[in-house]
């Protein structure tokens, strides 16, 4: 495990033929974003480019597009040459079929480069570019390509931004620094489309949605001395009004933005008595390390992890847990 710059990266994809690009399940705006823009400026400049997820892109990130996507290991070409994980620091990230593939690839020390934002990476064996200072591992996407001669076209530089906006959450985050302007400044002046960006990131979607909120937000449990809203949805919610997970992102950011609330929590039911956790602040606890504590991690300001057990038990234990 070596940790590499930006100029080590560049020599090193320069002469790759066929690259994997792979980001985490669930992916958000930064995973797709980051990744395909990756992928669609490496195939610009004659490098083969396959990205993979668990999952399919979700509804709101439909606007972006790659070549080769691929949601099995089945269908991952032979002869890659280089490996690229972006956006994740935990190979479970990636899920059980890719993460049983990436054990063998790393195994046999194949080359690998961890590109991130994310502190506590877990992954051995590979080269790593971290910089938990950068607002979006799209950024770091930029920085890398823009050392390329090939100019950054206007499909690039929408999916860079996207990432961008999307880890910011409009720039309303604290991890807006100056280089996350700066950089959307050149990537609007290479031809990002914010209209379109805008249009598909923040649709508010149909009635079914506002039903769903309505239902989430009706769980709200809020603690004066925590400063701390929490709220969930079981599946039932989702299947009661004909909706998706993706209806309900978003849930945690909005909360912290209303006086009194420093903490925002969003608990959602992924199986029987398995639950998924989003948490969120502006600055006021460290969030990775608190998640840490139940085997997650993420940044300061946004972080999670998945729970076995009951509902009301995971409650008590986040709870009991912000109070020490």
Not at 112 to 117: K, P, S, V, W, Y
Not at 121 to 139: V, Y
């Amino acid at each position: 495990m070596n940790n590499v710059t930006i100029t080590d990266l560049k020599k090193i994809i320069s002469n790759k033929k066929k690259i994997l690009i792979i980001s985490h399940y669930n992916p958000d705006g930064d995973a797709i974003g980051s990744s395909f823009g990756l992928a669609n400026y490496c195939e610009s400049i004659g490098i083969e480019a396959h990205v993979y997820n668990r999952d399919q892109v979700p509804i709101y990130l439909n606007f972006l597009a790659t070549k080769n996507f691929h949601n099995s290991v089945k269908t991952i070409p032979d002869n890659i040459d280089l490996y690229m994980l972006l956006d994740f620091n935990d190979l479970e990230r990636s899920g059980d079929e890719m993460m049983a593939y990436l054990r063998k690839i790393l195994n046999h020390k194949k080359p690998a480069i961890i590109i991130d934002h994310h502190e506590n990476n877990k992954i051995k064996s590979a080269n790593l570019f971290i910089d938990s200072k950068a607002s979006s591992t799209g950024i770091l996407i930029y920085r890398l390509i823009s050392r390329f001669k090939k100019k950054i076209n206007s499909e690039v530089a929408t999916c860079l931004l996207t990432s961008i906006i999307t880890d910011t959450s409009s720039f309303k985050n604290s991890n807006s620094n100056i280089e996350s302007f700066a950089v959307s400044s050149t990537l609007l002046d290479l031809g990002a489309d914010l209209e379109l960006i805008n249009k598909n990131i923040f649709r508010l979607g149909g009635i079914n949605k506002l039903i769903l909120r309505n239902k989430i937000h009706s769980t709200l449990r809020h603690d004066s001395d925590l400063k701390l809203a929490i709220c969930h949805a079981t599946s039932s919610f989702y299947s009661d009004t004909n909706t998706t997970k993706e209806d309900s992102e978003g849930i945690p950011n909005g909360l912290i933005f209303y006086d009194d609330i420093e903490i925002g929590i969003f608990i959602r039911e992924i199986g029987k008595d398995s639950w998924k956790v989003s948490t969120r602040t502006n600055n006021f606890i460290d969030l990775a390390k608190f998640c840490n504590i139940f085997g997650g991690g993420g940044h300061k300001n946004a972080a999670g992890f998945s729970y076995n057990g009951k509902l009301e038990n995971l409650t008590e234990s986040i709870i009991s847990n912000l109070k020490k």
